[in-house]
T-cell receptor, first 115, second 119 residues
Framework: DAGVTQSPTHLIKTRGQHVTLRCSPI?????VSWYQQVLGQGPQFIFQ???????GRGNFPDRFSARQFPNYSSELNVNALLLGDSALYLC??????????????FGPGTRLTVL | AQKVTQAQTEISVVEKEDVTLDCVYE???????LFWYKQPPSGELVFLIR??????QNEISGRYSWNFQKSTSSFNFTITASQVVDSAVYFC????????????????FGQGTILTVHP
């Protein structure tokens, strides 16, 4: 079975622009989470979605938004990009409904560079 | 608040040496899960192990072993007879419990430990 896939692999944007990152979960997984990983740090939680509803949100500004589609794929949108948004954006999927301790499986990430 | 501390920023060993990566966590929850992930240069986080707070048995998987000690809030990871392919960044993570009556699987990660294994 295919793992979590993300697109694009790399992206270069300029300040003030908007970006959309995409994620397809492992087949059968209904929950998708997004994380931001700045160079040299651990991933930081941004959102979790289950059945198209937001189930959790990290400490990120409203410029960050996401949605989940009926096929459980997801998009992360970031508006008004700042230099500090440069990071690796990781998507993770899990099989069960927002269960504590549900193992999350990560995709390869999208490397976003903001100039 | 949940917190995970990996005090070792970088570790360098020679192949076949044993190496232990430390992880200390903080949580007020009585029910929680701990994880270890490996991040090779490609960037993808690879799941290694999950452990719940009620299971303090140590676990061994091939050259990997994990020591969970609730009394010291530690969940350490040992690689026996390290190999060059073990070179990566290793993250310890804690799964958050209920928030406002709804549980969700937010992972709180440590800063990571960069492991370099030299031939």
């Amino acid at each position: 079975d295919a793992g979590v896939t993300q697109s694009p692999t790399h992206l270069i944007k300029t300040r003030g622009q908007h970006v959309t990152l995409r994620c397809s979960p492992i087949s059968g997984h209904k929950s998708v989470s997004w994380y931001q990983q700045v160079l040299g740090q651990g991933p930081q939680f941004i959102f979790q979605y289950y059945e198209k509803e937001e189930r959790g949100r990290g400490n990120f500004p409203d410029r960050f938004s996401a949605r989940q589609f009926p096929n459980y794929s997801s998009e992360l949108n970031v508006n008004a990009l700042l230099l500090g948004d440069s990071a690796l954006y990781l998507c993770a999927s899990s099989p069960l409904r927002q269960t504590l301790g549900d193992t999350q499986y990560f995709g390869p990430g999208t490397r976003l560079t903001v100039l | 608040a949940q917190k995970v501390t990996q005090a070792q920023t970088e570790i360098s060993v020679v192949e076949k040496e044993d190496v232990t990566l430390d992880c200390v966590y903080e949580t007020r929850d009585t029910t929680y899960y701990l994880f270890w992930y490996k991040q090779p240069p490609s960037g993808e986080l690879v799941f290694l192990i999950r452990r719940n707070s009620f299971d303090e048995q140590n676990e061994i998987s091939g050259r990997y072993s994990w020591n969970f000690q609730k009394s010291t809030s530690s969940f350490n990871f040992t690689i026996t007879a390290s190999q060059v392919v073990d070179s990566a960044v290793y993250f310890c993570a804690l799964s958050e419990a209920r928030a406002g009556g709804t549980s969700y699987g937010k992972l709180t990660f440590g800063q990571g430990t960069i492991l370099t294994v030299h031939p």
